[in-house]
């Protein structure tokens, strides 16, 4: 088997926009709705009840430890036929994938705000600044601007965790790819061509995230 | 004893600070027990005493950032601690809290300013989004207030580029800028350099002199609270053990414990 340059520049234009199209909503579709949520679920964890705490604890310990394919599975084949919803394929992987990282997303807005210091809270108290006011205004800017670099990685987890959402029938590069080979038995161009795409796009992202870091630190 | 204030809306109440048989518990450590201290309407007290006495917590107290364990504060004539629910006293609920909060203002040991925001930023957010000004006329009284402590060229500028003397000035600013009557200073030189407690301390002294505030300091700087307050209040282990005008307490204290405190701050 030898690398064929011709077949390479045929199929990397298909490669490129059909494919390309579907990883990227994939991935910015999930990123939207896990750095949304995981907000969401990180203000719930500081809930002062417990009847909020202990089932938002629970559920994103729940899908924290099971993996994110039995998560697709669930979504895709039983819960439409056990309540009735029907998504299309993308959108379930969006959901999926979304929820999935929400869990984690959660974790690291838990983790800024509680390094915000005490006396940024007291401050804000002394200000008589309204409850809310003091979330938009003092303890989420600094928060989140502590956990860039983590919801960066998180970014660069959900675009090369993306491919998983093959097991739902959702083709992207990847998936795109394993098809475009499985016409003649001849992966080696397109299974090339987006393993380099993967490498290409979350190399320069890590270092820029990287990056990130070091200039917040300093 | 208590002024009335509906009965006569003009009447300064007798007392702009009051302490009622105050207490305060962490776990079991009681911090304060029984206090009774009143302070009266542009009054302007110091409370020295050795560290752990309990200073900080009775500002703490008086900003809201603590929460009594028995007894009640008053501040100018109203229940601060507690709010009258029928003929009963319960502890005061957070809209009860952020009405009667406005009366006071702190300034921090280590300053607190809101790294997120310029200097401007700092000073407009809680006029603009408590007192609902405008943000023209809160950066026009955030202007002259900078002017006032010395940074009028700093506004744009932000928290972490300035100096801890520099920071403290536009935390004071920041303060002054809710209007509060009452203004609590806690140990606020203690984190800067020693060339840097000067300015800061003529600052407060001028803010002081001006008479229209009322103030509760606590400060380890004995010849700075000679110059700002009207009245030192010596403390140890949560209880006043001695209190009168500066020059009594600090050239003829009467107690042992005073004189002792004493001689050992002015050693260092
Ligand atoms: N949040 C807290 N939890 C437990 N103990 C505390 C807390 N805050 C203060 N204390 C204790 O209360 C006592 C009085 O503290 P503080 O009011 O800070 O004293 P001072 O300002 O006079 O040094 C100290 O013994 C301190 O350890
Ligand atoms: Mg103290």
């Known amino acids: 088997m030898t690398w064929d340059w011709g077949r390479a520049g045929e199929i990397a234009p298909e490669l490129f926009t059909t494919g390309l199209k579907v990883t990227a909503q994939a991935t910015l579709g999930a990123a939207v709705l896990a750095f949304l949520l995981g907000l969401v679920l990180a203000l719930a964890l500081r809930a002062p009840t417990r009847w909020v705490r202990l089932p938002v604890r629970v559920l994103i310990e729940l899908i924290r430890s099971t993996p994110l394919l039995a998560q697709l599975f669930i979504l895709y084949y039983v819960l439409p036929s056990a309540l009735g919803i029907t998504m299309g394929a993308l959108t379930t992987g969006i959901v999926g994938l979304g929820v999935h990282y929400a869990c984690y997303t959660a974790e690291v807005y838990r983790a800024g705000i509680d390094n915000v210091p005490k006396g940024q809270w007291e401050a804000a108290v002394a200000l008589n600044l309204p409850r809310l006011r003091v979330w938009t205004s003092v303890i989420l800017p600094q928060a989140v601007r502590k956990v860039l670099p983590a919801l960066g990685n998180n970014l660069i987890g959900i675009f090369k965790e993306s491919p998983q959402l093959a097991l739902i029938t959702v083709v992207d590069v990847l998936g795109l790819a394993r098809q475009l080979g499985s016409e003649d038995f001849r992966y080696l161009e397109p299974l090339t061509l987006a393993g380099l795409f993967f490498l290409v796009v979350a190399i320069p992202s890590s270092i820029l995230v990287r990056r990130l870091e070091r200039r917040l630190e300093s | ?268």
């Open chain 2, 1 to 268: 004893m208590k002024a009335d204030p509906k009965a006569d809306p003009t009447a300064e109440p007798q007392y702009m600070i009051r302490f009622d048989k105050v207490g305060k518990r962490y776990g079991d450590h009681q911090v304060l027990r029984d206090l009774d201290f009143t302070v009266r309407p542009r009054e302007r007290c110091t409370l020295i005493g050795p560290s752990g006495s309990g200073k900080t917590t009775i500002l703490r107290l008086l900003m809201t950032l603590e929460r009594v364990t028995s007894g009640t504060i008053e501040v100018d004539g109203e229940l601060l601690s507690h709010m009258r629910r029928g003929d009963r006293l319960v502890p005061a609920d957070e809209k009860h809290l952020r009405r009667v909060r406005r009366k006071v203002g702190m300034v921090f040991q280590q300053f607190n300013l809101f790294p997120n925001m310029n200097v401007l930023r700092n000073i407009t957010e809680a006029p603009v989004r408590v007192l609902g000004r405008s943000r023209e006329e809160a950066e026009q009284r955030a202007m002259e207030l900078l002017e006032m402590v010395g940074l009028s060229g700093k506004a744009d500028a932000h928290p972490g580029r300035l100096s801890g003397g520099q920071q403290q000035r536009v935390a004071i600013a920041r303060a002054l800028a809710m209007e509060p009557e009452i203004l609590l200073l806690d140990e606020v030189t203690s984190a800067l350099d020693p060339e840097l407690v000067a300015g800061v301390q003529s600052l407060l002294r001028d803010i002081a002199s001006e008479g229209n505030l009322t103030i509760l300091c606590v400060t380890h700087e004995m010849n700075f609270a000679r110059d700002i307050s009207d009245r030192v209040l010596m403390f140890d282990h949560g209880q006043i053990v001695e209190e009168g005008p500066p020059e009594k307490i600090f050239s003829d204290p009467v107690e042992q414990r005073t004189r002792d405190f004493l001689q050992a701050v002015l050693q260092t």
